[in-house]
């Protein structure tokens, strides 16, 4: 936070067309991946099971993994466009109504990807491709530890309890985030050094003589 309090508004600048020009080019190229590592291997033609050749992009990869690794390139050029926005054109501007409204409205873009967008494509990728549904059992307790009852936790309850904590720790990051960019504008904190002193109590003077 500091750092970026003490660039230049030239420094500024730059910085933030850069990753808003890098997010650009990365969301776009995350789009691309997502949909056609979502298209099946194979189709049924007349009955017969053939592969799906497309054009151009025949040599993006298909299965569920490679989708999700399309999602976090999205969601990284999505904070890179919104950080470089920030920096750009908040981050050291005297603040008005306008530039409060605007970074009013890029907080509110963040918080609709992080508390929205993102769960809702991680319920349906789980869903989906993964199908974890509730007659998928993803593991049983032992019953020594449940008094001797038998206990099993389903995918469903176990894709429930990954978006749980994903939601306690991004809002436990939003907190930390806010608190810090509180001292975005102040100066940093330097320690002073102790004067040497010598034998007779008298500071010390280098480069004397």
């Known amino acids: 936070m500091y750092r970026l309090a003490e660039l230049t508004k030239t420094q500024r600048t730059r910085l933030g067309w850069a990753m808003m020009i890098v997010g650009t080019l990365l969301l776009a190229g995350a789009v691309i991946w997502i949909h056609f590592s979502s298209l099946p291997r194979t189709i049924f033609v007349d009955g017969v099971e053939t592969p ?58 963040e918080l ?52 749980g904590a994903y939601h306690v720790v991004m809002l436990g990051a939003a907190i930390v985030f806010a608190y810090q960019i509180q001292h975005l504008n102040k100066p940093r904190k330097t320690v002073e050094k102790p004067t040497p002193v010598s034998p007779y109590g008298r500071p010390l003077i280098k480069g004397g003589g």
Do not use: H
């Not at 993102?118 to 319920?123: A, T």
């Not at 993964?130 to 049983?140: E, N």
């Open 52 to 109: 799906l050749v497309v054009e151009y992009f025949n040599w993006i990869p298909r299965a569920w993994y490679w989708k999700a690794l399309g999602y976090l390139g999205a969601f990284a050029a999505s904070q890179l466009l919104i950080a470089g926005a920030a920096i750009a054109w908040v981050i050291g501007q005297k603040m008005t109504w306008s530039l409060a409204a605007f970074a009013a409205f890029l907080a509110w873009i």
């Open 112 to 163: 609709v990807i992080i508390f929205g967008i993102v769960p809702s494509e991680w319920l349906n990728l789980s869903q989906t491709d993964l199908d974890w549904s509730p007659q998928k059992i993803a593991l049983t307790i032992p019953p020594w530890l449940m008094l001797g009852n038998e206990v099993s936790l389903s995918f469903a309850a176990l894709k429930d309890s990954v978006s």
